[in-house]
Antibody, heavy 118, light 111 residues
């Protein structure tokens, strides 16, 4: 079965870059679309972007100027980079796998809390 | 303001039925994009509950059902149980984002 696990620093300073990695087991990254979704404390879910192994990316327009998704096929993981962070970027960040036949999210990581604070 | 609108909260007694609505627009449901639903228990990741408007993944009880009509979708939970208490989110694809959008979430309280 597919398992996703996020990892990265739990604390980032304002104006710096947030970097997270999602390690995939039980499935090759070279299939499906992969995604990041975030959830500020006490609030709802926000889609960040999709990534396909061939390099195709789709970003939420509200974050597109600051976000980069990338992949390391040799390690079967993909990464999120969000630059120039502010306190508003404090959230639990989830990685997820897109459904085979639709734009839903069938598998989720457990989430990684990132706090932006000096 | 999300492109998909849900009521902030609903409640019901054990055994009862509740309905959670999700109102979209011509840029998502109205274009033909599917509605999907997630259950998020406290402190956990979301779990896919319903996909492609009406379909339950393996393991989801048939107490959970959903539908979509025009620019709206609904999730129905029958025979409410205490462990149904969670946040529920609708989700779709939206042309104005060229990406996915979530509703604001509905907190279900089992009285």
């Amino acid at each position: 079965q597919v398992q996703l696990r996020e990892s990265g620093p739990g604390l980032v300073k304002p104006s710096e870059t947030l970097s997270l990695t999602c390690a995939i087991s039980g499935e090759s990254i070279s299939t499906h679309y992969w995604s990041w979704v975030r959830q500020p404390p006490g609030r709802g879910l926000e889609w960040i972007g999709y990534f396909y192994f061939n390099g195709r990316t789709m970003y939420n327009p509200s974050l597109a100027s600051r976000v980069t998704l990338s992949v390391d096929t040799s390690k079967n993981h993909f990464s999120l980079s969000l630059k120039s962070v502010t306190a508003a970027d404090t959230a639990v960040y989830f990685c997820a796998r897109r459904c085979d036949n639709g734009w839903c999210f069938v598998n989720w990581g457990q989430g990684s809390l990132v706090t932006v604070s000096s | 303001q999300s492109l998909l609108t849900q009521p902030p909260s609903v409640s019901g007694a054990p055994g009862q039925k509740v309905t959670i609505s999700c109102t979209g627009s011509s840029s998502n449901f109205g274009t033909g994009y599917d509605a999907h639903w997630y259950q998020q228990l406290p402190g956990q990741a979301p779990k896919l509950l319903i996909y492609a408007n009406t379909n339950r993944p393996s393991g989801v009880p048939d107490r959970f059902s959903a539908s979509k009509s025009g620019t709206s979708a609904s999730l129905v939970i029958t025979g409410l149980q205490a462990d149904d208490e969670a946040d529920y989110y609708c989700q779709s694809f939206d042309n104005s984002l060229t990406g996915s959008v979530f509703g604001g979430g509905t907190k279900l309280t089992v009285l």
